[in-house]
């Protein structure tokens, strides 16, 4: 299934995938983000681990992505995130100019050999930071990434190892990520989340799912990125039913077979 992004006011440019263990659905759709853009003349840089490239080249090849070809002819690259992640820290904090003579000066050279003058990138690093619990310098990153894309032609993925079934996946946990990003792409379960969510909550909830719907829909802040209704409602959900959240969502993990 194509990256699904909710239907933006504006253009998608700095989109977050919070996968959890859900590897696949991960690579799936970077390699649509990043395939999308080099069908159309578009440059790309995939800064990943090793085992997320592996996965990555793997789909663009079934997506009949030439990426061996596109490497040697400067239109697509890859950095490896662990190694690169502490060539621009300082103190543990990423510097602003390492960061633009590493990353920065990749993506200006995969940048000048696109047909169309942009480029797509595709980073882990934040993702790194954050699991780290190094959480500053993790926005520090986001802070960096969104000056990149003051610059015309650029788009970012990013990717955070974290469960929106799990108890990290709350406004207060989460601000920094939500905030910094336009669109939030879903996980991937194999099934309707939606449906799974918001049915099986407003049945706990003893209310119609409509009515539910409406709720969540009130309660998105307009500061935050733009999401699908079955996140947004576990957000809502975690705030707004605090005392009945965990048993909720743990439910909604037995429907999708998920626990």
Known sequence: MRLKLVEPPQPPTHVVQ?????????????AYFLSDGLEYGSAALAITTNSHKTGIL?????????????????????????????????????????????????????????ADGSVRIYGEMAGLL????????????????NQLLKEPGYKI?????????GEQFRHDSLTGPL???THVTPTEYGTDLDAAVFN???????????ALRNAVQRYRRPEV?????AEAAILWLREQQPERAEAIVENIRRDLALT
């Open 18 to 30: 919070f996968y959890g263990k859900h590897v696949l659905s991960l690579v799936r759709n970077v």
């Open 58 to 114: 793997s789909e663009l090849g079934q997506l009949g992505i030439p990426a061996a070809d596109l490497e040697r002819n400067g239109l697509l690259a890859f950095l490896n995130a662990d190694e690169t992640l502490p060539k621009i820290l300082i103190d543990n904090h990423p510097d602003s100019d390492r960061f633009d003579a590493l990353v920065g000066a990749t993506a200006r050279q995969v940048l000048s050999a696109s």
């Open 130 to 145: 954050w699991a780290q619990a190094n959480f500053s310098g993790a926005m520090r990153l986001e802070q960096l990434g």
């Open 157 to 165: 993925f990013c990717s955070y190892a974290v469960d929106i079934f």
């Open 179 to 181: 905030c910094a990003h």
């Open 200 to 210: 099986t909550a407003a049945d706990a909830l003893n209310v119609e799912p409509s």
């Open 225 to 229: 990125a733009d999401m699908s209704a």
